[in-house]
């Protein structure tokens, strides 16, 4: 019996395995609005038979896109081409999930095709916000450090957005507080060096993320769950960052707040991080959240075997495995996998029967 096939409760829904395609930007909006390239991208990928499939980091203000080819949930005509998509995913069996972000002072970048660094067109740029008035490249402009009415601004838009996700036909949303982006940016003392209530402690620095997290737990239906991604280490050892013990204090408080998962990236908040990557390298911090604080968590980065989803499941390290670059180069990952770990009752769609492997 297979338990990276085992379907998994999620509060009213039943995620049919434990398979999770993990949010990748793709760079392909215009002002916003979801294309015929995300739903071939991601309905081919629910085809593929993934549990839950994720949108990309969508921005809940137009200033909140890492680059101006972002997808965004910042206004109601942009609910259309998402329940789109939404649909066409249920009817695969796949929860449809979107990760709500804000850039922060990482925003108003060109596309990686394009070099990905800041826009210079000051007809297209913007100016990036952040906790304090620290840029992530040194040598670039300081962000806008947000004042109190800047803060209860990103409250709304987070707020109205997971209306509209849910207007959207979203069944599960998760906030995006990794990778150095703004509310990742507001955990580390590295990025956060503010003397109001959102700077300084522990307490402080988490207050943004819970409060919008308690928010998100106020809007979003009871039934549906909701997941937090965070960068559960800085990678930077030698100055005062965002640490494990950080991330596990943190997701006692998240899960008190009616958070269901924590995804469980890491870095992203400075460039001269030192990341130790390897298989799995971010596996041992969503081990020790989940069996420290007690709380499901997702399992990301360089998991790229049948092999070593499987084992990660079994062995209870992790209770979904979010899998990014694997499923890009092969949608059809859960298939081979389910033939790999000796899973008999996997789904395929009616379309595809004659193709299944035996
Ligand atoms: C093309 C691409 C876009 C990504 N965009 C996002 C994103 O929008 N939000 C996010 O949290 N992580 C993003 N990531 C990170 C992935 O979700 C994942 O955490 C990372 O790639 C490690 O997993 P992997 O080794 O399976 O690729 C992106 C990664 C890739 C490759």
């Not at 009817?91 to 804000?102: D, N």
């Not at 800047?150 to 906030?175: S, T």
């Amino acid at each position: 019996m297979s338990f990276l096939f085992k379907d998994l409760k999620l509060r009213s829904l039943t995620a049919k395995n434990r398979i999770v395609v993990s949010p990748m930007c793709q760079y392909s909006s215009e002002d916003g609005f979801a294309t015929d390239w995300h739903l071939v991208h991601l309905g081919t990928r629910a085809v593929g038979g993934a549990g839950i499939v994720f949108t990309e980091a969508t921005a809940v203000a137009p200033e909140g896109r890492i680059s101006y080819a972002d997808l965004g949930i910042w206004k109601d005509e942009q609910i259309e081409g998402l329940e789109r998509i939404t649909r066409f995913l249920k009817t695969q069996g796949a929860i449809p999930a979107i990760q709500l972000a804000h850039a922060g002072r990482k925003a108003s970048r060109m596309t990686p095709w394009e070099g990905g660094g800041a826009i210079e067109d000051q007809d297209v740029a913007w100016q990036p916000i952040g906790p304090s008035a620290i840029p992530f490249h040194a040598h670039e402009p300081a962000p806008h450090a947000m004042d109190l009415s800047n803060i209860q601004q990103l409250k709304a838009d987070f707020r109205q957005a997971a209306k509209r996700a849910l207007q959207a036909g979203f069944q599960i949303v998760e906030i995006h507080a990794a990778h150095g982006y703004l509310l990742h940016s507001f955990l580390s003392p590295v990025s956060n060096q503010r003397t109001d209530e959102y700077g300084g402690s522990f307490e402080n620095r988490t207050r943004l993320l819970l409060e919008i997290s308690a928010d998100l737990r106020d809007v979003w239906p009871e039934e549906f769950p909701l997941f937090v991604r965070i960068s559960a280490d800085d990678w930077m050892p030698d100055r005062a960052s965002w640490t494990i013990e950080d991330s596990i204090r943190l997701a006692h408080q998240l899960k008190e707040v009616g958070v269901d998962v924590i995804d469980t990236s890491s870095a992203g908040v400075h460039p001269e991080q030192k990341i130790k990557v390897g298989a799995g390298y971010q596996l041992s911090f969503a081990e020790r959240i989940k069996k420290e604080a007690d709380v499901m968590t997702g399992a990301v980065g360089m998991i790229t075997s049948a092999e070593q989803a499987e084992t990660i499941i079994r062995s209870g390290q992790a209770d979904l495995i979010f899998i990014a670059r694997e499923l890009l180069r092969n949608p059809y990952f859960p298939y081979q996998a389910a033939k790999i770990v000796h899973e008999k009752d996997f789904q395929w769609p009616n379309q595809y029967v004659r193709a299944k492997l035996k």
